[in-house]
Protein backbone atom coordinates (compact mmCIF):
# COMPACT_ATOMS: atom_id res chain seq x y z
CA UNK A 1 0.00 0.00 0.00
CA UNK A 2 1.64 3.55 -0.89
CA UNK A 3 2.73 5.63 2.12
CA UNK A 4 0.57 8.51 3.12
CA UNK A 5 1.59 11.99 1.97
CA UNK A 6 1.77 13.09 5.63
CA UNK A 7 5.30 10.94 6.23
CA UNK A 8 6.99 13.91 4.14
CA UNK A 9 9.54 16.09 5.94
CA UNK A 10 7.12 19.15 6.87
CA UNK A 11 10.37 21.32 6.62
CA UNK A 12 11.06 20.10 2.50
CA UNK A 13 7.34 20.39 1.17
CA UNK A 14 4.96 18.16 -0.23
CA UNK A 15 4.65 16.61 -3.51
CA UNK A 16 1.65 14.04 -4.10
CA UNK A 17 1.32 12.25 -7.17
CA UNK A 18 -2.45 11.20 -7.27
CA UNK A 19 -2.04 8.17 -9.28
CA UNK A 20 -0.06 6.47 -6.36
CA UNK A 21 -2.68 6.98 -4.02
CA UNK A 22 -5.60 4.94 -3.56
CA UNK A 23 -8.93 6.14 -3.76
CA UNK A 24 -10.58 5.34 -0.13
CA UNK A 25 -13.76 5.69 1.22
CA UNK A 26 -14.88 9.19 3.01
CA UNK A 27 -17.05 7.91 6.08
CA UNK A 28 -20.19 7.22 5.59
CA UNK A 29 -21.76 8.86 8.53
CA UNK A 30 -20.70 12.21 6.67
CA UNK A 31 -21.19 11.43 3.35
CA UNK A 32 -23.87 9.43 1.33
CA UNK A 33 -23.60 7.74 -1.86
CA UNK A 34 -19.75 5.75 -2.12
CA UNK A 35 -17.78 9.18 -1.50
CA UNK A 36 -14.08 8.57 -2.22
CA UNK A 37 -11.18 10.58 -1.39
CA UNK A 38 -7.32 11.15 -1.33
CA UNK A 39 -5.88 13.20 1.59
CA UNK A 40 -3.19 15.24 -0.16
CA UNK A 41 -1.59 17.22 2.81
CA UNK A 42 -2.13 18.51 6.37
CA UNK A 43 -0.65 21.44 7.87
CA UNK A 44 -1.23 21.44 11.49
CA UNK A 45 0.86 24.96 11.50
CA UNK A 46 -1.98 26.59 10.06
CA UNK A 47 -4.75 23.82 10.49
CA UNK A 48 -5.31 23.20 7.08
CA UNK A 49 -6.11 19.90 4.68
CA UNK A 50 -6.53 19.68 1.73
CA UNK A 51 -7.97 16.54 -0.41
CA UNK A 52 -9.69 15.66 -3.58
CA UNK A 53 -13.16 14.00 -3.89
CA UNK A 54 -14.91 11.29 -5.86
CA UNK A 55 -18.22 11.80 -6.20
CA UNK A 56 -20.59 9.47 -7.62
CA UNK A 57 -24.23 10.81 -9.38
CA UNK A 58 -26.49 11.12 -6.42
CA UNK A 59 -24.02 11.55 -3.75
CA UNK A 60 -23.50 13.99 -0.99
CA UNK A 61 -22.01 15.49 1.99
CA UNK A 62 -24.06 15.88 5.32
CA UNK A 63 -25.20 19.27 6.78
CA UNK A 64 -21.77 21.17 7.61
CA UNK A 65 -20.54 24.85 8.85
CA UNK A 66 -16.94 25.87 7.61
CA UNK A 67 -15.77 27.03 10.43
CA UNK A 68 -12.43 27.87 8.58
CA UNK A 69 -12.80 29.28 4.97
CA UNK A 70 -12.12 26.83 1.94
CA UNK A 71 -11.75 27.08 -1.74
CA UNK A 72 -12.12 24.51 -4.15
CA UNK A 73 -11.95 23.70 -8.05
CA UNK A 74 -14.32 21.28 -9.19
CA UNK A 75 -12.54 19.46 -12.03
CA UNK A 76 -15.70 16.75 -13.32
CA UNK A 77 -19.24 17.15 -13.18
CA UNK A 78 -21.70 19.46 -11.25
CA UNK A 79 -22.10 20.47 -7.82
CA UNK A 80 -24.84 22.18 -5.90
CA UNK A 81 -24.37 23.59 -2.86
CA UNK A 82 -27.14 25.21 -0.42
CA UNK A 83 -29.76 23.50 -2.30
CA UNK A 84 -28.65 24.31 -5.84
CA UNK A 85 -29.81 27.60 -7.59
CA UNK A 86 -33.71 26.35 -7.79
CA UNK A 87 -33.54 26.55 -3.78
CA UNK A 88 -31.42 29.69 -3.59
CA UNK A 89 -28.04 28.00 -3.20
CA UNK A 90 -25.48 27.76 -5.99
CA UNK A 91 -25.07 24.71 -8.74
CA UNK A 92 -21.64 25.16 -9.96
CA UNK A 93 -20.55 23.22 -13.41
CA UNK A 94 -17.27 22.20 -14.01
CA UNK A 95 -14.41 23.21 -14.41
CA UNK A 96 -14.96 26.02 -11.72
CA UNK A 97 -13.74 27.32 -8.60
CA UNK A 98 -15.32 28.65 -5.61
CA UNK A 99 -14.53 29.91 -2.32
CA UNK A 100 -16.43 28.84 1.00
CA UNK A 101 -16.21 31.63 4.11
CA UNK A 102 -16.28 31.35 7.66
CA UNK A 103 -19.48 29.94 9.18
CA UNK A 104 -20.97 29.18 5.50
CA UNK A 105 -23.54 26.47 6.24
CA UNK A 106 -23.86 23.87 3.52
CA UNK A 107 -27.49 22.17 4.67
CA UNK A 108 -26.43 19.52 1.90
CA UNK A 109 -23.53 19.20 -1.09
CA UNK A 110 -25.04 17.32 -3.61
CA UNK A 111 -23.71 15.71 -6.98
CA UNK A 112 -26.36 15.14 -9.42
CA UNK A 113 -23.65 13.50 -11.96
CA UNK A 114 -20.48 12.06 -11.40
CA UNK A 115 -18.33 14.74 -10.32
CA UNK A 116 -14.46 15.19 -8.60
CA UNK A 117 -13.42 18.00 -6.87
CA UNK A 118 -10.12 19.49 -5.23
CA UNK A 119 -10.58 21.56 -1.59
CA UNK A 120 -8.11 23.30 0.77
CA UNK A 121 -9.88 23.14 4.25
CA UNK A 122 -8.23 26.63 6.28
CA UNK A 123 -10.20 24.92 9.76
CA UNK A 124 -12.14 22.44 10.79
CA UNK A 125 -15.68 21.65 9.26
CA UNK A 126 -18.44 21.08 11.89
CA UNK A 127 -20.78 18.15 10.41
CA UNK A 128 -24.33 18.74 12.31
CA UNK A 129 -27.28 17.19 12.05
CA UNK A 130 -29.53 19.32 9.72
CA UNK A 131 -29.70 23.22 10.48
CA UNK A 132 -28.20 24.48 13.67
CA UNK A 133 -28.34 20.95 15.12
CA UNK A 134 -26.44 18.74 17.11
CA UNK A 135 -22.97 18.02 16.52
CA UNK A 136 -21.98 14.65 14.82
CA UNK A 137 -18.07 15.28 14.12
CA UNK A 138 -15.52 18.59 14.03
CA UNK A 139 -12.71 17.45 11.34
CA UNK A 140 -9.92 19.10 11.78
CA UNK A 141 -6.76 18.76 10.02
CA UNK A 142 -5.66 15.34 12.50
CA UNK A 143 -9.13 14.01 12.43
CA UNK A 144 -8.98 14.15 8.57
CA UNK A 145 -5.48 12.47 9.02
CA UNK A 146 -6.81 9.72 11.15
CA UNK A 147 -9.53 8.92 8.96
CA UNK A 148 -7.37 8.74 6.36
CA UNK A 149 -4.51 6.70 7.98
CA UNK A 150 -7.08 3.87 8.91
CA UNK A 151 -9.02 3.42 5.55
CA UNK A 152 -5.12 2.75 4.67
Known sequence: MPKSPLHFDPVAGRAVELNNLPWVPFPDFLSKGGITWKLLNVAPEVGSWAAIFNCPEGSSFNSHIHIGPGEYYLTK????????????????????????????????????????????????????????????????????????????
Do not use: N
Request: proline share 4%; with cysteine.
Open 77 to 152: GRMELRGGVESGGETVTAPAYGYEACEAFHGKTYFPVDSEFYMTFLGPLHFVKGEGGETLKIVTWKVAQEAWEASL
